[in-house]
Structure formats: C-alpha cells, structure tokens
C-alpha cells in the first residue's frame, strides 16, 4: 500500500520534475541580487581553463595538452582563456568577469570525496562540519523571499543545514496526465500540509514546462533563470557539473565540459534579461590537476586551481592572481601548482558584496576559524 505523502512524491516526479520541498516554510532573501554557486565535480584543470601562455614552463609541462596561444581567447599578457569559452570571453570584454589563478581551499590531498565535501561544508579537514557554507549564507539574510534552489536532483551538501531550501532536476520519466494531475490536486485541496507542497510542486513544473527543461546545459541555464527572474523567486542557488576528471584523453573531454559551461552561464544571463546585472555567478572545483601532463594524454590530481567570477554586478575584465609560476621550485610538492590565494575568502568576500551583507561576518558564518582577507575587497559593484 502506497501512503498519500508517498505517492504525492511519485506523482511529482512523473510530472517531468524531481522537486524536493519538504517544508513549506521559506529561507527568504531581502534583496533584488542574485548569487548562484556552479561546482565542477572531478577537479578540474584550470590550467588550461585560464591558460598561463606565457608562462615559459606551461608549454613544456603540457606537451601535446599545451593549448596553442593562436587558438586561445587572450585576455592579458600571461593568460588566455580555452577557445571553448567564446561567451565568458565576451563578458570579460564587457567587464561582466573575472577570473582567479593558483586558488584552493584549505584540502591538500588529492581525494574528490574529501575534496568536495571541505569546499562544500567550508570546514578545514573532511567532515569537520556537517551543513554547507551555501545554506550559512541563507540564514545571514532576512526572510522575505523563496527558497533557496539546487538544481540537482538531490540537495547538494553545500545547501545541506537548518535554513529552508528545495530543489529541481529534469526527469527523463514520462509525464504524468492532465487527468491524473487534476485528481490528485483534488485530493489535497484540504490537506493543509500537503495542498502546499503539491502546489509548489505544481509551480515548478509549470516553470520548467516554459523552458521546456531539459538536460543540456543550455536548458539547465534556462530553466534557472526562470526559476530565479521571477519577482518572488530565489534568489540563491546552486548548480552542479560534473564530468571534469580528465586522467585521460584530456584535450576533447575538456574541450567538451568548458563548452557546456560556457553555454550554461551564457544561457543564465540570456535569460535573466536585466536581472542579469543584478546577479553573481561564481565557479569553482574542489582542487585542480597536476601541472604536467600524464602518460595518457591527461592530467592527475592537483592542488591549486581556477576559479570564476561571473555576472552584470561583477567588477571584472580582469585577472585576481598572485601567480607563482611553473618553474620546478615554483611547483608544490615539485607537481602542482602552488596556491597562493584562498578559495574561502574569496567565496566569502563575493557573497557578502554580492548580497550586501557584512564581510567579516560572512567570513565567520561560513568558514568559521578561518583568515579573512580584506584585500579581496572590491570584487562586486555596490
């Protein structure tokens, strides 16, 4: 026998969506900014993300992975952007992103699990802590808005903790009938719990069905700036990519992955139309890739990484690096690149400014016993 919360469940996502709202009690957001966090899952390569052209050791180390400075999308006079990356170059021109070299957060082994879940918690070791630096930044913000959204089809531990938020993922289910959809609405209409998770339900698949939703990045990009244009919609949210562990055959795969976040953030600020200036996209992975390429036409776990900075709000056409180098000294433990700026006050300090909240505080909420730096200031406009 099928209990009434369940089968709600079930009919939910044969609607086409899986959406999980298990409270209807809402994380509110006082502001007209927007703050969406991707994560790229598998560690991805930021040296040839941001490539360091001029670098005299990038060409050695890479080999046949060196990208060809005649192919890249230059940006200064040391670093160019993958070619793959034709719509985040033009928000640099229009001074809409910026880009951050030699970046990490406090992990220096070289494990996804634990490397994922120190920049998702925002903790020092793995599993210091048990909620996410996003679901902190939620509960530093009056209520008056929507939840907070995941586009994922579970909560991502960034957004995992005791502030109110829900999610979203395209089914490739079949979806339910008018029929059935109407019966079961009946069927709650007097349900006061029930009648308002199944409207949200409702809302969101109504969203989604305006795009179409689908799975490509495109449509991953679209149906979030649906989610978040609304008036009362989110105004936070996160988006998971994964695919960027590239031991292997390194040069299409990534080719590939930059593309589809390329389109992604490209189809966000279509989207978003005006709204777009309002928000903040910011990137990141949780460590990067060994800075020389390995037998197999890839790269290893590395240390330091790339990072991104996108949006309207952005100060960008600019790149934030102390950059080290990729000298035989240079290099940490003689493989990676070395990390000279940190991932946490950086996503601090862009979060705050982005939402207008105090920096210092910020720090502290999410990342707690860590150094904060007020020299990242300046990152996002007033």
Avoid: C
Avoid at 3 to 27: D, E, K, M
Avoid at 34 to 43: D, L, N
């Amino acid at each position: 026998m099928i209990h009434r919360r369940q089968f709600l469940r079930f009919a939910a996502a044969g609607a086409g969506s899986l959406l999980l709202a298990p409270h209807i009690v809402f994380a509110n957001v006082a502001t007209e900014r927007r703050f969406v966090f991707i994560i790229q899952r598998g560690a991805a390569d930021g040296l040839n993300t941001v490539v360091p052209y001029a670098d005299p050791a990038y060409a050695g180390l890479r080999g046949d992975l060196a990208i060809d400075p005649a192919t890249a999308l230059k940006l200064d006079g040391t670093f160019a952007l993958h070619s793959s990356l034709a719509e985040l170059a033009k928000m640099y021109s229009a001074k809409q992103a910026l880009f951050v070299q030699a970046v990490a957060s406090p992990y220096r082994d070289r494990s996804h699990f634990d490397g994922q879940n120190v920049l998702e918690t925002g903790g020092v070791n793995p599993y210091q802590l048990k909620d996410g630096w996003l679901n902190r930044l939620v509960s530093l913000m009056p209520k008056s808005r929507g939840d907070a959204i995941a586009f994922a089809p579970t909560i991502p531990l960034a957004l995992r903790g005791s502030a109110e938020v829900t999610s979203y993922a395209p089914s490739n289910l079949k979806d339910a009938d008018d029929d059935l959809l109407t019966r079961v609405s009946t069927l709650y209409d007097a349900d006061p719990q029930l009648h308002a998770l199944w409207s949200e339900a409702m809302q969101a698949r109504g969203l989604a069905d305006q795009q179409k939703a689908g799975q490509s990045p495109q449509d991953v990009g679209r149906t979030a700036a649906t989610f978040l244009g609304r008036a009362d919609g989110p105004r936070i949210a996160m988006i998971e990519t994964n695919g960027w562990d590239t031991h292997s055959a390194q040069a299409g795969r990534l080719g590939n992955q930059l593309r589809g976040l390329d389109a992604l953030i490209g189809a966000l600020r279509d989207g978003l139309g005006d709204n777009w200036n309002q928000t903040t996209v910011f990137v990141a992975t949780e460590f990067g890739r060994t800075a020389a390429a390995n037998g197999t036409q890839g790269t290893d776990h590395g240390t330091a990484s790339a990072a991104m900075v996108v949006g309207g709000a952005v100060k960008g056409g600019r790149i934030l690096s102390d950059w080290p180098g990729l000298s035989a000294k240079a290099l940490y433990e003689g493989r990676d690149l070395a990390p000279t700026l940190d991932l946490d006050a950086l996503i601090a300090t862009v979060a705050a400014e982005s939402l207008h909240l105090d920096p210092e505080l910020t720090m502290r909420t999410l990342f707690p016993d860590r150094p904060f730096n007020k020299a990242l200031s300046g990152l996002i406009s007033a």
